[in-house]
Nanobody, 125 residues
């Protein structure tokens, strides 16, 4: 049984930082590629960033490059999203996702089989 549980969301002012955490259950979690997506009400869930299974490669959507960092600690089965210089347009529910199949990381929502319940991030102007 795969479970992903996000935490760390909250309300911050523009320019602030937040770190989201995703706890992954499952003995093989260190073999999964992991990603973060976000969703605004009434809009599609969109890709934020991803990390490969050993943490040696990351990939980001253009709007967060240089501000957000995805990392992981496989000894703790944790994945993180460090968000710096937050902007009001970063306001969304953030989801952690696991791809248990592919070797290469993907930005495609349909490639991720398992999802967390989401954590709200709100950035005020």
């Amino acid at each position: 049984q795969v479970q992903l549980v996000e935490s760390g969301g909250g309300l911050v002012q523009a320019g602030a930082s937040l770190r989201l955490s995703c706890a992954a259950s499952g003995s093989a979690s260190s073999t999964w590629n992991m990603a973060w997506f976000r969703q605004v009400p009434g809009k599609q869930r969109t890709f934020v960033g991803a990390i490969n299974r050993n943490g040696s490669f990351t990939y980001y959507t253009d709007s967060v490059k240089g501000r957000f960092t995805v990392s992981r600690d496989n000894t703790k089965s944790m994945v993180y999203l460090q968000m710096n210089s937050l902007k009001p347009e970063d306001t969304a529910v953030y989801y952690c996702a696991a791809d248990v199949v592919r070797l290469l990381i993907s930005a495609g929502k349909s490639d991720y089989r398992y999802w967390g319940q989401g954590t709200q991030v709100t950035v005020s102007p």
